[in-house]
């Protein structure tokens, strides 16, 4: 066996400049690349143990809620996704999984790999269900866990969950949400809406790197999980009971994570350290700016993206009045060879957009628009050079057409802006009139 020599082996990391708008991963925001190179420290340094602590304050905010139990688990989005689903659902557990996407077919495959027994109900893609036909599902399948996804990057659409928890309340139902897409990009209360469990990635709304999933569990959750707790031999201690129906991944046994995140501080993993650093960060970030601020910056530029798409004559995929703020599908015009022109505008102008998959693939184009790429210049710039490859490709297309449309969107979102703080300015002088 001979080891390369030094003349053999690859150079330093040094990616090129890319634009990321397709539906994730997109490009990191510089502060949260920064906080990665941060220095490590030991897992029980008192920094390290403080900085869990903030995380978890910072990811509570984000979530919407109050819920003690909310933290990181290493891996991404589907580490949260499989975590949350081997430790609630027990062997023979019916669990529900309503599908409208590629991720709804994962929930269900993570629950039928947990052994439970699954039940789906699926609708189009490019649709999302009314919450009756979660109801009647509910009713007649009787599950035990309901795993539903907020937004389905597949189809691009974003499920409604404001009435979902108060029917699996009625029904005696625990209620886990996938919100890797959707978070920090559209409106999530964790609380208000009666979940039990959400989990999400940061390579999304976030604005960070894959590899890191935040997770939220109500009371209710922690009590099914903690019901089945199991500590590993060699760090037991007296009074740690192993429950029969143990959670049969070590890994992703929520249980022995509480007690790793919890004040006990019992070793599990080692926590990954410069991924803490990056979720802290954009938790940190998004609540800096404000999450009703974040979230409109998404819309805005959703919307700029949607009326930049459609000015440039592409009609776009699915319900529209259900469609996530941060990703938009279009149908990739006849003639035009789409993964060609998505080399092209990868290749010519370093932008990224994506394809779908199954029966989407190679038939709509990705467009998103989160995280720190919810710009105005990010928009723009890809609608430009969009419209350069499209006719390059032969499709007839307005010039600058699609780029005025969005800038007509950005232009109204800073006159409604105007006019909205001119009017809270001329409503804090009549409240201090009449104070006076
Ligand atoms: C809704 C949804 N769920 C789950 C996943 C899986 O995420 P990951 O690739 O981070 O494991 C994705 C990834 O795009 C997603 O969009």
Request: hydrophobic share 45%.
């Amino acid at each position: 066996m001979t080891s390369p020599s030094s003349h053999t082996l690859p150079g330093p990391i040094d990616p090129p400049a890319r634009l990321l708008m397709g539906p994730g991963p997109i490009s990191a925001y510089p502060s949260v690349l920064r906080a990665m190179s941060a220095p490590l420290v030991g897992q029980y340094d008192p920094f390290m143990t403080a900085a869990m602590a903030e995380t978890q304050e910072l990811y509570r905010g984000v979530w919407n809620t109050g819920n003690e139990a909310t933290m990181l688990i290493d891996g991404t989005s589907r580490a949260g996704i499989e975590a949350a689903i081997v430790s609630l659902v027990r062997p023979g557990d019916r669990v529900l999984v309503p599908v409208f996407g590629r991720f709804g077919h994962l929930l269900a495959e993570i629950a039928e790999r947990a052994l439970a027994e699954v039940h789906t109900i699926e609708t189009d893609w490019g649709q999302v269900f009314p919450a009756s036909v979660i109801e009647e599902a509910i009713v007649r399948v009787r599950p035990t866990l309901l795993a539903l996804v907020q937004g389905d990057t597949s189809t691009t659409m974003n499920q409604p969950l404001d009435d979902i928890g108060e029917i699996c309340r009625r029904h005696g139902v625990i209620f886990y949400s996938d919100a890797t897409a959707s978070l920090g990009g559209n409106a999530f209360d964790a609380d208000a809406w009666g979940l039990d469990a959400a989990t999400a990635g940061l390579q999304k709304c976030l604005g960070g790197p894959s590899g890191s999933s935040p997770i939220t569990l109500s009371p209710r959750a922690v009590e099914v999980i903690q019901a089945r707790k199991k500590v590993e031999a060699g760090i037991r201690e007296p009074g740690d009971a192993s429950a029969p129906d143990f959670v049969r991944s070590n890994y992703f046994d929520l249980g022995q994570i509480l007690d790793y995140w919890g004040p006990r501080r019992l070793n599990h993993h080692t926590e990954a350290t410069s991924m803490l650093y990056a979720a802290r960060e954009c938790a940190r970030v998004l609540l800096l700016e404000g999450r009703d601020e974040v979230i409109d910056r998404h819309e805005v530029a959703g919307r700029a993206m949607l009326a930049g798409v459609e000015a440039l004559g592409l009609a776009v995929f699915g319900d529209v009045a259900h469609k996530m703020n941060n990703v938009v599908a279009v149908e990739i015009p006849a003639g035009v060879p789409g993964d060609a022109a998505r080399t092209a505008l990868l290749e010519d102008f370093g932008i990224e957009i994506g394809t779908s998959f199954g029966p989407l693939h190679g038939r709509v184009w990705r467009i998103g628009t989160m995280g720190y790429n919810a710009r105005k210049d990010a928009v723009l710039t890809t609608l430009a050079a969009l419209e350069a490859v499209l006719r390059r490709f032969g499709a007839s297309v307005p010039a600058g057409g699609g780029v005025e449309a969005a800038a007509d969107v950005y232009r109204g979102a800073v006159a409604s802006t105007a006019s909205a703080s001119t009017a809270a300015a001329a409503a804090t002088t009549t409240d201090a009139a009449g104070a006076r």
